[in-house]
């Protein structure tokens, strides 16, 4: 079925390749699908990284008595 979708060939190692056609058979999807889902969760994975050290230098940095309340804040 054509697509507008972009589109990225990928060659992989025989074992990588095995694995994403067991999980598509397992899960009665393409291969392409099953590819697609594993890039989103790992740019999500990625995403997690980067907000998380984001968040331990806002925490390390924190200084509790410099800090508003939510009164101060919201009224």
């Known amino acids: 079925m054509p697509t507008p979708n972009p589109r990225i060939h990928i060659v992989c190692e025989k074992d990588l390749y095995a694995t994403i056609a067991k999980l598509a058979a397992q899960d009665g999807a393409s291969l392409s699908s099953v590819a697609h889902d594993l890039l989103l969760e790992s740019l ?3 995403e997690d990284i980067a907000l998380t050290k984001v ?3 806002r925490a390390e940095s924190f200084d509790r008595d410099k800090a508003l309340t939510a009164d101060q804040v919201f009224g």
């Open 44 to 46: 999500e994975l990625r």
């Open 55 to 57: 968040a331990d230098s």
